[in-house]
């Protein structure tokens, strides 16, 4: 069964940098393109960056410049560098695999910043 598993959420203060990974189960990077969601408390879940199978990679206005996201094809894993962080930032942030038709989500992993 494909799955994404991520990791690297916590606490952090304002102005600091979290590393998420999100690790996937079989060959789902051949496959499918890769993102980052989050989603904050009394909010929709919203598009943060995503990246391509081609390459090309996508960030919402309010992470640019801040936020990197990456993808190591050997590892199977996506990774999204959040620096500069802001109390706005503060959800819980959710991997996604997706492809025509098929939206493949991790469980999730919270980061909270502190002012």
């Known amino acids: 069964q494909e799955q994404l598993v991520g990791a690297g959420g916590g606490l952090v203060q304002a102005g600091g940098a979290l590393r998420l990974s999100c690790a996937a189960s079989?060959?789902?990077?051949?496959?499918?393109?890769m993102g980052w969601y989050r989603q904050a408390p009394g909010n929709q879940r919203e598009m943060v960056a995503t990246?391509?199978?081609?390459?090309?990679?996508n960030y919402a206005d309010s992470v640019k410049g801040r936020f990197t996201i990456s993808r190591d094809n050997t590892k199977n894993t996506v990774y999204l560098q959040m620096n500069g962080l802001k109390p706005d930032d503060t959800a819980v942030y959710y991997c996604?695999?997706?492809?025509?038709?098929?939206?493949?989500w991790g469980q999730g992993t919270l980061v909270t910043v502190s002012s």
């Open positions: 996604i695999a997706r492809r025509i038709f098929i939206e493949i």
């Open positions: 990246f391509t199978r081609g390459g090309q990679t």
């Open positions: 079989g060959n789902l990077f051949s496959r499918y393109d």
